[in-house]
């Protein structure tokens, strides 16, 4: 680890997650040459957040401020003729505050503006690490041959991954919106609220496109679903007692804009769970009656390219081409031939209604 990273700066700050939790890979179960090559991958931004650290230590506890600590605690060991060297912290601090009261000097505080400052801007480098790893994900599945199925398995882990990532995102947030509201910074607090909520909603994006078993299950559908109501009931409490006491114009319009697109996602979210959760037979089976009934003949079930089930009436035979209402990818065809990747969907062919 960088010497600007070191243990004493952790404790410190606890409340700054290590860089170690961004490069430990064998923690999931990915092979130790891919970590040294991650590690390589995004060691620039791994310096920054280090620097990052660094800045808030120093914010949280300048120079001066330590001085003054120092000076403080030695007069009051002159006063007192106590030797404190060797005594805890706690009752370092103890003596401190009495001293502080006895000559009525305040401490120094930090500056709460750079702290969250330089906070947001490591939140920032976890997105960019998140999207590294997002894009890191779908390559693995593109391989094929011997190495597809281990691949498979890594693809899991990088999953994993991901969702560890998020997490460590949501905590920083949740900090920094602590600090934010116990110091007064409501412009701060309300960013950070926003930035929290976009997040949430990226996660749930992230579960939907990755679920454990490879399906939308009722149980993820329910979990998403709920998450979505959460966050329009956070964006309603920004937006009716936030955001109105910042009195400013400019401000208010920029984060309501941010707000509203916030719902869009949560709307999309919504859809995509549903749209996504596997069809049960019965299911399957309704629809394919009621399909039956609107056609002159059986017809036939054909799917696209990736797997959206789609029916032609009368004689079953691909006579116009046509979009997928689920996917845009091309369907249908022309004088009876399917247009190229589409192919019988045979679960719903052979249904007997």
Same mark, same amino acid.
């Given at each position: 680890?960088?010497n600007i990273?070191?243990?004493?700066a952790?404790?410190?700050?606890?409340?700054?997650? /290590?860089? #170690?939790? !961004?490069?430990? $890979?064998?923690?999931?179960?990915i092979?130790?040459?891919? &970590?040294?090559r991650?590690?390589?991958?995004?060691?620039?931004?791994?310096?920054?957040?280090?620097k990052?650290i660094?800045?808030?230590? #120093?914010?949280?506890?300048?120079?001066?401020?330590?001085?003054? @600590?120092?000076?403080?605690?030695?007069?009051y060991?002159?006063?007192?003729?106590?030797n404190?060297?060797?005594?805890?912290?706690?009752?370092?601090?103890?003596? $401190?505050?009495?001293?502080?009261?006895?000559?009525?000097?305040?401490a120094?505080?930090?500056?709460?503006?750079?702290?969250?400052?330089?906070?947001?801007?490591?939140?920032?480098?976890?997105?960019?690490?998140?999207?590294?790893?997002?894009?890191?994900?779908?390559?693995? /599945?593109?391989?094929?041959?011997?190495?597809?199925?281990?691949?498979?398995? !890594?693809?899991?882990?990088?999953i #994993?991954?991901?969702?560890?990532?998020?997490?460590t995102?949501?905590?920083?947030?949740?900090?920094?919106?602590?600090?934010?509201?116990q110091?007064?910074?409501?412009h701060?607090a309300?960013l950070?609220?926003?930035?929290?909520?976009?997040?949430?909603?990226?996660?749930?994006?992230f579960?939907?496109?990755?679920?454990?078993?490879?399906?939308?299950?009722? =149980?993820i559908? /329910?979990?998403?679903?709920?998450?979505?109501? @959460?966050? &329009?009931?956070?964006?309603?409490?920004?937006?009716?007692?936030?955001?109105?006491?910042?009195?400013?114009? !400019?401000?208010?319009?920029?984060?309501?804009?941010?707000v509203?697109?916030? !719902?869009?996602?949560?709307?999309?979210?919504?859809?995509?769970?549903?749209?996504?959760?596997?069809?049960?037979?019965?299911?399957?089976?309704?629809?394919?009656?009621?399909?039956?009934?609107?056609f002159? +003949?059986?017809g036939?079930?054909?799917?696209?390219?990736?797997?959206?089930?789609y029916? =032609?009436? #009368?004689? +079953?035979g691909?006579?116009?081409?046509?979009?997928?209402?689920?996917? +845009?990818?091309? =369907?249908? +065809?022309?004088?009876?031939?399917?247009?190229?990747?589409n192919?019988?969907?045979m679960?719903?062919?052979?249904?007997?209604?």
């Amino acid at each position: 680890m960088n010497n600007i990273e070191n243990n004493s700066a952790l404790q410190i700050i606890p409340e700054v997650i /290590s860089t #170690e939790q !961004y490069t430990l $890979l064998e923690k999931f179960s990915i092979p130790s040459m891919v &970590e040294s090559r991650w590690k390589q991958h995004i060691s620039v931004l791994l310096a920054v957040y280090r620097k990052l650290i660094q800045l808030i230590e #120093e914010t949280k506890f300048p120079p001066h401020k330590r001085a003054y @600590e120092t000076a403080v605690s030695l007069l009051y060991a002159f006063k007192t003729r106590i030797n404190i060297s060797d005594d805890s912290q706690v009752c370092q601090n103890l003596k $401190l505050q009495e001293t502080l009261t006895e000559v009525g000097l305040t401490a120094p505080k930090m500056d709460v503006r750079i702290y969250l400052d330089a906070f947001l801007e490591i939140v920032n480098i976890q997105k960019a690490i998140f999207h590294e790893i997002s894009l890191v994900i779908p390559e693995l /599945s593109k391989i094929a041959g011997p190495a597809n199925k281990t691949n498979q398995t !890594y693809e899991k882990n990088w999953i #994993e991954f991901g969702d560890h990532i998020i997490e460590t995102i949501k905590t920083h947030l949740n900090t920094i919106i602590t600090a934010a509201q116990q110091n007064s910074y409501l412009h701060h607090a309300i960013l950070t609220w926003l930035e929290l909520m976009e997040i949430e909603c990226r996660a749930e994006r992230f579960r939907l496109k990755y679920p454990p078993t490879g399906i939308i299950t009722p =149980i993820i559908q /329910s979990i998403v679903k709920n998450k979505c109501s @959460e966050i &329009e009931g956070t964006c309603k409490y920004i937006c009716n007692e936030m955001i109105p006491k910042m009195n400013a114009e !400019y401000f208010e319009n920029q984060s309501k804009l941010r707000v509203e697109e916030i !719902y869009r996602e949560v709307s999309d979210l919504r859809k995509a769970a549903m749209r996504d959760r596997p069809l049960t037979h019965e299911e399957k089976l309704e629809i394919r009656r009621a399909m039956n009934s609107e056609f002159l +003949g059986s017809g036939h079930w054909y799917q696209c390219p990736n797997g959206h089930p789609y029916t =032609i009436g #009368e004689c +079953g035979g691909a006579m116009q081409a046509s979009r997928c209402v689920d996917c +845009g990818a091309a =369907i249908g +065809g022309g004088r009876h031939l399917l247009t190229a990747g589409n192919s019988i969907n045979m679960e719903f062919d052979s249904m007997q209604s």
